[in-house]
């Protein structure tokens, strides 16, 4: 049986878009952002997972859930300041070790020590939001809590990214055998060599350099000579000519990016945008698309972050308009809206973690229009068997109901090859189309 990844979870909360705004509020570059994200999300798990404290973690969590603080990740959320502070404390304990984090963070990363003090808060309620939503979806008393915390053991040892350790701030334990070197260890002193063979023979001792200290070999006479090593024979031509080809790439990256020209949709309700390259997986097909994000705006002037021209900014127009207001049922029969980043896993109703952001993103909308009621519709494209395809989109239509939980969800259909236009025998690309997962308002 499969455990839940809470990583895989929580990383929905950090798209591109998330990583550029905030960026943009701490005045650090986004490469900077990502980085400190990559390892403080690891230890803010590998805290909850070691925690001894589990009673008040699962309590926490709970409030947490109820708080709304997934909602004000990059806004003032200073009203959930507590809950934030009691997490830290309950998985790093004293102060001292989370200055010692946030200094081996920010070494690593190179971002402002004060930057990374903030994004450890952004993350920290992101975590502690989602898995308090986790805890209160799935209805999860305190002995189910602890054990999803034990499932993630496994997950702890792959989390780290390849050159950071927390070993030197005595964390290493928390991610197995596969921590790598510590950091800012001091290198013990540097012992005089001796010739063991003829103590009475000093040993010949070469400048060190940055490849390493030269290699004495001492022959049976007790004569020394140096033993050259690979690096000095061969590799010293790499420490310049792969910077330079790594430049290079670089440089022919940016060349072809800014030659793209970004699909752009005409839209009302936006506050900023932002470029972004997104994976969009239907029915186990990949298909990378060139998008453009932008902050929804509610009524309430709550945001979302969104794709431009994507299912939020459209519907949050339509609920404006007064197409919607005058429309009658049959009109909006015909008026479907497609998600544009809710995905399956292949042959399955089960949705993917970053799916979660798009439906959050819903609630909050049918929060917003409480008279607003919708009907879910899934579709497959032709291949395969049809009475197979109408039962997975059956299922996958009522997964996305149960996964947005709300009295405004009158009614979830699936209609399999239904209204497939695209043939059997063309392409997985050309039959793109056909797989989608839709709303539409009722009346």
């Keep these: 049986m499969s455990t839940t990844n809470l990583i895989d979870l929580i990383k929905g909360q950090f798209g591109p878009s998330t990583i550029s705004q905030t960026a943009t509020q701490l005045g650090e570059s986004e490469s900077g952002i990502s980085k400190s994200i990559s390892v403080l999300l690891p230890a803010i798990i590998g805290g909850l997972v070691n925690s001894n404290a589990r009673s008040e973690l699962f309590t926490t969590v709970k409030e947490a ?78 002995s189910s809590f602890d054990s999803l915390l034990n499932d993630q053991k496994n997950n702890l040892s792959h989390l780290l990214p390849a050159g950071f350790s927390f070993a030197s701030l005595g964390l290493g334990n928390w991610f197995g055998n596969v921590d790598a070197q510590p950091l800012n260890v001091i290198p013990e002193p540097a012992q005089t060599p001796v010739n063991n063979i003829n103590p009475s023979t000093p040993v010949i001792e070469k400048d060190v350099t940055a490849s390493g200290p030269a290699k004495i070999d001492v022959t049976r006479s007790g004569q020394t000579h140096e033993i050259v090593s690979e690096r000095d024979s061969g ?104 998600f544009d980043n809710l995905n ?20 909050l909308i049918l929060a917003e229009f409480p008279d607003a009621k919708i009907k879910i519709g899934a579709y497959t494209d032709k291949k395969g068997d049809a009475n197979t395809n109408l039962k997975l989109s059956n299922e996958r239509a009522n997964t996305v109901k149960s996964s947005l939980n709300s009295s405004q969800v009158l009614e979830a259909e699936g209609y399999g090859s239904k209204f497939a236009k695209i043939p059997e025998e063309a392409s997985d690309k050309e039959r793109e189309s056909d797989r989608k997962t839709a709303i539409r308002f009722v009346k």
């Design 65 to 142: 859930s109820t708080s709304g603080i997934l909602s004000n990740l990059l806004n003032d959320n200073s009203g959930n300041q507590s809950i934030i502070t009691r997490i830290l404390h309950l998985i790093f304990g004293s102060g001292d070790r989370l200055e010692a984090i946030t200094s081996a963070v920010s070494e690593y990363s190179g971002i402002r020590k004060d930057s990374t003090n903030s994004l450890m808060n952004i993350v920290v309620a992101s975590t502690v939001g989602t898995v308090g939503r986790y805890v209160t979806e799935n209805n999860l008393d305190s």
């Design 235 to 338: 590799g010293s031509i790499w420490k310049w000519l792969l910077p330079l080809l790594l430049l290079l790439l670089l440089g022919w990256f940016f060349w072809k990016q800014c030659n793209k020209k970004a699909e752009a949709v005409p839209v009302s309700t936006t506050d900023s945008t932002s470029t972004e390259v997104n994976s969009a997986d239907y029915n186990g097909d990949t298909v990378i698309v060139k998008r453009e994000t932008m902050v929804v705006i509610l009524p309430s002037g709550q945001t979302l972050q969104a794709y431009k021209g994507g299912i939020e900014d459209q519907i949050v127009t339509f609920l404006k308009s007064d197409d919607y207001k005058n429309a009658t049922e049959d009109q909006l029969k015909d008026k479907w809206f497609n």
């Design 344 to 363: 399956f896993e292949f042959g399955k109703a089960v949705l993917t973690p970053d799916s979660k952001v798009q439906l959050e993103n819903l609630k």
